[in-house]
């Protein structure tokens, strides 16, 4: 089975300041790596995936991750927080067993 | 156009009641999932339907049986309804099954706020 370990149930940061969700994997195969974010009272949305290739991974609104397997991380930056990047964020690995296996989620608040 | 659509997204219930969350996916996806997400926000695969047919089925207690009459629907109905089934229910479907399929993504619908008093 694999699963997920986000540091940090709660980050905040002012409007402008890097974000850094840290986010370590366990798998005991190549793992799918994800990053979902949740705003208030909506679902899910895919922010970026990490299947094969290039470690260092680009998604929507300006975030990006990178896979180190050595340190089986897979940690969520961007360069300047947003007030609208208040939301919770969810890490997920899919594994062996085809399941997407969830971390526990950081919520991030962002100060003016 | 709304890919993964629930409904009803609120609901408030009694104790002991039976209740329906239906969920349809326009995307043509051949799987689609049901995960419960509880008052800490941590998120937890129920069940797991790949064109029709269960796949997946997490140890979820038989108040819960999901049906899914084609592949684009996958309906949950929860019998005698406990304090405890209240949570966050989310639809979700994929193109594939998850895991080893590297275009995969799941992607999920607006949630449905159940509430048991």
């Known amino acids: 089975a694999q699963s997920v370990t986000q540091l940090g149930s709660h980050v905040s940061v002012s409007e402008g300041a890097l974000v850094l969700l840290r986010c370590n994997y366990s798998s005991s195969v190549p793992p799918y790596l994800f990053w979902y974010v949740q705003y208030p009272n909506q679902g899910l949305q895919l922010l970026l995936k990490?299947?094969?290739?290039?470690?260092l991974v680009k998604g929507i609104n300006g975030f990006e991750a990178e896979f180190k397997k050595s340190e089986t991380s897979f940690h969520l930056t961007k360069p300047s927080a947003h007030m609208s990047d208040a939301a919770e964020y969810f890490c997920a690995v899919s594994g062996s067993d085809y399941k997407l296996s969830f971390g526990a989620g950081t919520t991030v608040t962002v100060r003016a | 156009d709304t890919a993964v659509s629930q409904t009803p997204k609120y609901l408030v219930t009694q104790m002991g009641n039976d209740k329906s969350i239906k969920c349809e996916q326009n995307?043509?996806?051949?799987?689609m999932y049901w995960y419960k997400q509880d008052s800490k926000k941590f998120l937890k695969i129920m069940f797991s339907?790949?064109?029709?047919?269960?796949?997946i089925n997490e140890t979820v207690p038989n108040r819960f049986s999901p049906k899914s009459p084609d592949k684009a629907h996958l309906n949950l109905h929860i019998n005698s309804l406990e304090l405890g089934d209240s949570a966050v229910y989310f639809c979700a479907s994929s193109q594939l099954q998850t895991g080893r399929s590297s275009g995969n993504t799941i992607y999920f619908g607006e949630g449905s706020w159940l509430t048991v008093v």
């Open positions: 339907y790949n064109n029709k047919e269960l796949i």
């Open positions: 990490y299947t094969t290739g290039a470690t």
């Open positions: 995307l043509g996806h051949d799987t």
